[in-house]
């Protein structure tokens, strides 16, 4: 039995075990692994899987290069230390099934190959084992597989995880809530057609058990700026599509909307309506389904439908303005939809689309708006309507996942797991607030990654004994003070510039920068900028140099986007809207409240200081995605776009900080077993301490002081060079191992099988003997019976059938049927048959005409309609000519044809005076005069009711076939024949005389039209014709050897022809 093993799709090696064998295996595994290390002998073609590895660590060039090799192999995952590196393929590589969970599944972090899966069940089982929550950080641009990755963690969670008690209710509704939440709050961009326009942080509790028992959401900065614009290209959220495409036909009409998105502003802006890749219909049957998964009665949802289709209802109301150039609304029916679909008075909803109220001196004022700011207003309120209804979706699904059994005391000792799918670091060609936002969240993240992994190294470093070496890197906490220090950050100066009294601008919220912070190092206006560096800073932009980059944003529209207003009556009108969920989106307690809300950027602020406190409650843990190509295409590794997105991530200084000390750390036992086979001493097994065993293993293999450290229970190594060099010599040594066990397992193997063989071979024959012994007496004894009662029938063979010769006459008629059946007739003309016994001679006649008439009626069945016709006429010629004629053998191998003139050949004229008469047969004759008996061409025709004689282009002769008397031939080979007519008929001028080079073919065809079959003659010596009135003609025939046809002495037409027969 050969060493089989077999590469699987994630590069994991294993070792093919016998499918009908037992064999003791690792949890949830179907091979034995070979660990991770294993892969390093082929890192010429595949790169490492662990990018601390790396031997030139600093060179992004490397870095770039380890990740293209590893692509080209579909080996999308790479490890740096614990952080995991996803490249998305942009197609199904087949590496997420049932099978590869059970893979990874409580199998040590470093044994298996890079995967999503690894980080999700050391995460798991750190969760289980050491009772500390954990967070799963995933991070990287737009279109680079966060949202996938997110789903296939809860996937692995789902499927991996014990059941709780209660059933999988919480299961479902985690996996449930990810499309929800998808359609509402998620949109084709330019760079992703799934695109999550928020950040979200899902919490999932597990209780001593392992099971998942609740859950809880936190969203971050929706871009509810899409709702009201989108890009070209781009798409508003999923929820408006998918509703107009996959909603039944009486909810869209309740709601007052139609199926085509064109009807929508809020929808054509992005002029992409369609998308190839997205299935709006089945889409949203997987959210209405999932809707009822978490919760949302048959009530919710139409409230919530309402909400939505409330949002395009309004991108629909158009103001024109009046006299006073003040905006009205015009269209009436999309104001009566509102005001049915959120629940308030159309008057009260018209007056707070087109004026302000203002409030001054405690008097409240209305102040009405022109066409742009009714707009505003308009834009304000569905931005305001949607967000709010997302924050509400988001309480609502937080209020599925609550576990149920707070009381319980399983509850008290949950465990939680967070997943964090945030929005990467965004360089656009122009950036606005909502990517300065999103920048300085990932600015804060990244500051706290660093610390995290300075930190959970120094540890290890610390519980090993092995002396911490500060580690020089970038903190980047100068640009997080720059973005939120209290009274002298960006965002403090942006709220000054929001609430002071006065014309504030975007642009003086610039100049007020540039006046507070312009010594700062990392920030850079037109203004500040020197002459060089202006050309590329328009005045109206500054410029902030994150530790990804320099990114330049433009302020317009900060102030706007950052103080997000709505104007007060429009407040109250939702604050009295008779929907549910609006009633509980605006709270009445806004309208008595003084106090000047939170201004965006604070509230995201705050937001992100409290998230940031969360993470560091929970032992990390981080996957960092990547796009590989702007296309979305399968097998494209651009390189520029990826050494931008390893900056941006963090990927080169986070490498920098895991090499910054050793670069290979593993435990003596892992150490050891893996490499004891490289020492005399520790091979084949160790008897002491493994932490001797690999003193006594290093000294051995040469290593240098410099080059490793011994903690307490993990040996530590500086240099990629020195692990690569001792996997070298492992791989060479394997060589030899793997030769020696082969022949000793061969030899075993193959000396039991002998044994089992030859035991079985010596069972196998004294039975066989047996059993042939046995077979041979029975079958001896079987033909002595059959041979007696043979010669006894043969005996009374003559005599009526009796017991003692009834086997003997069976077996003459078996034999005699059988006999039969080899030797019947093959076809019609076959007239064989077996002779019969006497007793079945009768049964061989019937069987006979059976046989007979089955090959007939085959025959007949196999004949087509063409043949079936030509069988006719051969049939009628062989009953009229057959034996009588000297050349009718001559034409029976040649087949009639329909005709032998084509329509060309005839003249038009005659086709026209013929008229509507087809032409059943046409060929050409010769026609002898009646008096000189002078040949002349001609062409005869047949049609359904005459014989038409044909000169060129003239009808010359047509004789009805009731005028047809008779049609008279000889016997000879010639081809004369004689068509007779009636003397009483004046329009004949006699009997005709042709001659035809098919003259069988014709009589036949002509006396089967005229049905005068039994009016052909055929005479023997001479014809008598009638050549005129009063005057007969005779043709004489008489044998010769050849053909000679003339006029004799006697006036008589004197043919002469051979005679081909002999009768």
Request: with cysteine.
């Amino acid at each position: 039995m050969a060493l089989q093993v077999e590469l699987i799709p994630t590069g994991e090696i294993i070792r093919v075990v016998h499918p009908h064998r037992p064999c003791k295996l690792a949890l949830g595994s179907d091979g034995v692994r070979v660990t991770m290390e294993s892969a390093l002998t082929a890192r010429d073609r595949v790169g490492v899987q662990d990018f601390v590895l790396l031997e030139n660590f600093t060179s992004e060039a490397a870095f770039i290069e380890n990740l293209r090799r590893r692509f080209r192999e579909n080996l999308i995952y790479t490890y740096i230390g614990p952080v995991l590196v996803s490249v998305n393929p942009y197609r199904d590589l087949q590496i997420y099934s049932r099978q590869h969970m059970e893979r990874y599944r409580g199998v040590s972090f470093y044994e298996v190959p890079p995967h999503l899966f690894a980080v999700a069940d050391t995460v798991y089982r750190a969760l289980r084992t050491e009772r500390r929550d954990q967070a799963v950080m995933i991070s990287g641009e737009s279109g680079a597989g966060k949202t996938e990755a997110t789903k296939r963690l809860l996937q692995f969670y789902a499927e991996t995880c014990p059941a709780p008690e209660r059933g999988g209710a919480v299961r479902d509704r985690l996996l449930q809530s990810n499309p929800v939440l998808e359609a509402f709050g998620n949109a084709k961009t330019l760079r992703n057609d799934n695109s999550s326009r928020f950040g979200k942080y899902m919490d999932v509790q597990f209780d001593f058990k392992g099971a998942p028992v609740g859950g809880h959401i936190l969203s971050y900065l929706l871009e509810k700026s899409r709702v009201v614009h989108q890009n070209h290209g781009e798409r508003n959220f999923h929820v408006f599509y998918q509703l107009l495409e996959g909603g039944e036909e009486e909810t869209l009409r309740r709601l007052g909307l139609e199926r085509n998105p064109q009807s929508y502003l809020y929808l054509v802006k992005g002029q992409c309506a369609k998308v190839s890749s997205i299935n709006d219909k089945s889409d949203w049957k997987v959210v209405r389904k999932a809707l009822t998964v978490i919760d949302f009665t048959e009530d919710e949802v139409e409230d919530l439908l309402s909400i939505v289709a409330s949002v395009l209802h309004l991108g629909n109301i158009h103001f024109a303005a009046d006299e006073e150039s003040n905006a009205q609304v015009t269209t009436e029916n999309q104001l009566k939809y509102l005001t049915r679909l959120l629940g308030v008075e159309g008057s009260m909803l018209r007056e707070a689309l087109t004026h302000r109220k203002i409030i001054a001196k405690g008097e409240e004022l209305l102040s009405p708006l022109n066409l742009e700011q009714a707009a505003y207003a308009r834009d304000a309120l569905a931005k305001a309507v949607y967000s709010r209804t997302f924050t509400w979706l988001v309480g609502k699904i937080n209020r599925s996942l609550a576990s149920k059994d707070a009381e319980s005391p399983s509850w008290r000792s949950t465990t939680v797991l967070g997943l964090l799918d945030i929005y990467g670091f965004e360089v656009f060609q122009h950036n606005s607030f909502e990517q300065f936002c999103i920048n300085y969240c990932n600015e804060k993240l990244q500051q706290l990654f660093i610390e995290l992994t300075l930190k959970s190294e120094q540890e290890e470093y610390e519980a090993e004994g092995i002396a911490w070496e500060p580690v020089q890197y970038f903190n980047n906490k100068i640009i997080c003070d720059l973005v939120e220090e209290k009274f002298k950050g960006i965002i403090s100066i942006l709220d000054e510039e929001c609430l002071r009294p006065g014309e504030a601008t975007d642009l003086t919220f610039l100049e007020k920068l540039e006046d507070t912070i312009k010594h700062h190092p990392h920030f850079l206006t037109h203004k500040l900028a020197d002459q060089r560096t202006r050309k590329s800073l328009d005045r109206g932009e500054f410029r902030l140099l994150h530790y990804a980059g320099e990114v330049t944003y433009n302020v317009t529209g900060f102030l706007d986007k950052n103080n997000d207003l709505l104007f007060r009556n429009l407040k109250e009108t939702m604050c009295s809207s008779q929907n549910p969920i609006m009633g509980q989106c605006f709270d009445r307690s806004e309208l008595s409240d003084k106090k000047r809300p939170e201004t965006v950027a604070t509230q995201f602020k705050m937001s992100l200081l409290q998230l940031v406190e969360i993470l560091k409650s929970k032992e990390p843990a981080y996957i960092r995605c990547i796009k590989p190509n702007d296309a979305k295409q399968p097998g494209r590794f651009d390189e520029v776009l990826i050494r931008h997105q390893v900056k941006y991530l963090g990927l080169m200084e986070n490498l920098r900080v895991r090499r910054a000390g050793f670069a290979y750390h593993r435990k003596y036992e892992a150490f050891l077993q893996r490499y004891k086979s490289l020492c005399p001493e520790t091979w084949p097994t160790w008897a002491g301490r493994p932490q001797d065993g690999v003193a006594v293993l290093v000294r051995h293999l040469g290593y240098k002081p410099e080059e490793y450290k011994m903690g307490r229970t993990k040996i530590f190594i500086r240099f990629p060079k020195t692990l690569f060099a001792t996997e070298d010599a492992l791989e060479v040594r394997r060589q030899s191992l793997a030769t020696k066990i082969q022949a000793v397992w061969r030899g075993f193997h193959w000396r039991q099988k002998f044994l089992r063989v030859k035991r079985s071979a010596i069972c196998i024959q004294s039975w066989w003997r047996g059993t042939l012994g046995r077979r041979k007496a029975a079958k001896r004894k079987w033909a002595a019976q059959t041979i007696r009662r043979l010669i006894r029938g043969f005996i009374l063979r003559h005599a009526p059938r009796c017991p003692e010769n009834a086997f003997f006459l069976d077996h003459v008629r078996t034999s005699f049927l059988l006999n039969l059946r080899r030797q019947l007739p093959r076809n019609i003309l076959d007239t064989s048959w077996p002779t019969p016994p006497p007793a079945l001679r009768e049964a061989s006649e019937l069987l006979r005409e059976l046989c007979l008439k089955n090959m007939v009626w085959k025959y007949c069945r196999s004949i087509s309609p063409e043949w079936k016709q030509q069988l006719q006429q051969k049939a009628v010629a062989s009953e009229i000519f057959k034996g009588k004629k000297d050349n009718y053998p001559q034409s029976v191998p040649r087949l009639f044809i329909s005709t032998r003139l084509g329509a060309d050949d005839i003249s038009p004229k005659v086709l026209q005076a013929l008229g509507s008469e087809p032409i059943q047969y046409a060929v050409p004759v010769v026609k002898y005069d009646r008096k000189g008996y002078k040949p002349r061409s001609r062409q005869l025709l047949l049609t359904p009711s005459a014989v038409v004689i044909v000169e060129d282009a003239k009808v010359k002769q047509r004789i009805d076939y009731a005028n047809l008397t008779g049609i008279s031939v000889s016997s000879l080979s010639d081809s004369l024949f004689v068509l007779h007519v009636q003397r009483e008929d004046n329009k004949q001028k006699g009997d005709v005389v042709l001659q035809s080079d098919h003259v069988i073919e014709t009589l036949t065809k002509t006396a089967l039209s005229a049905d005068r079959v039994n009016n052909i003659n055929i005479n023997q010596g001479s014809i008598t014709f009638a050549g005129g009135p009063g005057r007969d003609g005779i043709i004489d025939f008489t044998p010769g050897s050849e053909l000679l046809i003339t006029k004799a002495k006697n006036g008589h037409l004197a043919v002469v022809a051979p005679r081909l027969n002999s009768r």
